[in-house]
């Protein structure tokens, strides 16, 4: 089955810590994406990347980073300069940025603070 | 102001009802307009797309689209109890030298028997 998997499904931090939230897609998708959604609140971009070795900054970038070396693949590593981490983060992907047409998303993965 | 504003919620209908979720945008320009639905603890899924003025229908779903008014809806007809989830709107915005997706905080919707 085609589709998009996100690991772990909870992970928790410690303070001063990174950690890598890993997303991997066989859909053949140029473009992925990472979102950050926190209760009550709409979907912010982290990151996005469009081809291979190339990504750029969202809304939210700060405190957080990507790399892009293969297609199927686009890590987010939040690091210890992200003061409240919190939240559940989505990574998506689709055929081209342009229209956004339809998104898939992952199954999320729930970052909590210890 | 909110660059996509929906009404939280939660919105209460019994099953059968019309459910209305409306959702307003403050870019002028923007072209392409999207409701995901979100179950609790999941991930979004697409449920419509609408990019002309008028409605969209697909199955118990209408989309409605008014450029003018800036703002789009979705109507749920002969909701079920499984239609209960939060619905985020979602508009393509070009902003900051890119084009990208702007979502609302959502609207959430629990159909009651």
């Known amino acids: 089955d085609g589709g998009i998997t996100q690991s772990p499904k909870y992970l928790f931090r410690k303070e001063g810590q990174n950690v890598t939230l890993s997303c991997e897609q066989n859909?053949?998708?140029?473009?992925m994406y990472w979102y950050r959604q926190d209760p009550g609140q709409g979907l912010r971009l982290i990151y996005y990347s469009q081809i291979v070795n190339d990504f750029q900054k969202g809304d939210i970038a700060e405190g957080y980073s990507v790399s892009r070396e293969k297609k199927e693949s686009f890590p987010l590593t939040v690091t210890s300069a992200q003061k409240n981490p919190t939240a559940f983060y989505l990574c998506a992907s689709n055929l081209a940025t342009a229209t956004y047409e339809k998104l898939f998303f992952g199954s999320g993965t729930q970052l909590s603070v210890l | 102001q909110k660059e996509v504003e929906q009404n939280s919620g939660p919105l209460s209908v019994p099953e059968g009802a019309i459910a209305s979720l409306n959702c307003t945008y403050s870019d002028r320009v923007s072209q392409s307009f999207f409701w995901y639905r979100q179950y609790s603890g999941k991930s979004p899924e697409l449920i419509m797309s609408i990019y002309s003025n008028g409605d969209k229908e697909d199955g118990r779903f209408t989309a409605q689209l008014n450029k003018a008014s800036q703002y789009v809806s979705l109507l749920i007809r002969d909701s079920q109890p499984s239609d209960s989830a939060t619905y985020l709107c979602a508009v393509l915005m070009f902003s900051g030298g890119y084009n990208k997706l702007i979502f609302g905080a959502g609207t959430r919707l629990a159909v009651h028997p």
């Open positions: 859909l053949n998708h140029d473009a």
